[in-house]
């Protein structure tokens, strides 16, 4: 199973007493945690506009809805490659997959591998 590298979340109010996982890129990178993050199937990609605070800059926020093996929902804070790589790879929902991270690389960049599980 994975490291708990998000924060933990009280039970949604759904009636499933569902728990959620956060899993943000910079926690990953600032707790040197590298390799599987999660396996699990994929679910939903969601959008949302956004306003950076410092900035007033607007951008586009999206995240990828994992369900885990354990039935446990985790949400993958998008990066550019991680995007690049759902959409390189034509992932859809209902495909299971294990997700990488390997830290950064020398532009700066958070560095994800899809395997198919």
């Given at each position: 199973m994975p490291p708990n590298t998000g924060r933990s979340m009280k039970p949604l109010e759904t009636g499933t007493n569902e728990n959620i996982r956060f899993i943000n890129p910079r926690t990953l990178l600032d707790e040197g945690i590298t390799?599987?993050?999660?396996?699990?199937t994929f679910k939903e990609e969601k959008v949302e506009?956004?306003?950076?605070?410092?900035?007033?800059?607007?951008?586009?926020?999206?995240?990828?809805?994992?369900?885990?093996?354990?039935?446990?929902?985790?949400?993958?804070?998008?990066?550019?490659?991680?995007?690049?790589?759902?959409?390189?790879?034509?992932?859809?929902?209902g495909d299971k997959l294990s997700v990488l991270y390997f830290g950064k690389d020398k532009q700066d960049r958070h560095q994800f591998e899809l395997i198919a599980a």
């Open positions: 390799g599987s993050v999660l396996t699990g506009e956004r306003v950076q605070k410092s900035t007033g800059k607007k951008f586009t926020a999206r995240s990828f809805i994992f369900e885990e093996d354990d039935g446990k929902t985790a949400v993958i804070n998008s990066t550019g490659h991680l995007a690049y790589l759902m959409k390189a790879q034509e992932v859809k929902p």
